[in-house]
């Protein structure tokens, strides 16, 4: 396993160091990971959207129309429920 060295504040250090019972380390390679999909999630998304031919109004109606069918699950879920 690869080892990496991160800076933070003293105030920030002298705080973690009174958690004994946290793994710094972990929490740190979670961060890292969920950034890095998120990164990984929006150089996706773009790919996908350069290469679309949909206009903003073509996507802005579809987006209507998902949230119009959503609001009619919901409502139905709703109702069942009653």
Do not use: C, Y
């Amino acid at each position: 396993m690869g080892t990496l060295s991160v800076s933070v504040p003293d105030d920030l250090k002298e705080r973690m160091s009174q958690l004994d019972e946290v793994n710094w380390s972990a929490v740190a390679r979670k961060a890292f990971e969920e950034r890095i999909k998120d990164i990984e999630d929006l150089q996706t998304l773009k790919s996908i959207v350069s290469k679309s031919k949909l206009t903003q109004k073509d996507a802005d109606k579809i987006g209507r129309k998902i949230s119009e069918n959503m609001s009619r699950e919901f409502m139905k879920m709703h109702q069942s429920r009653s």
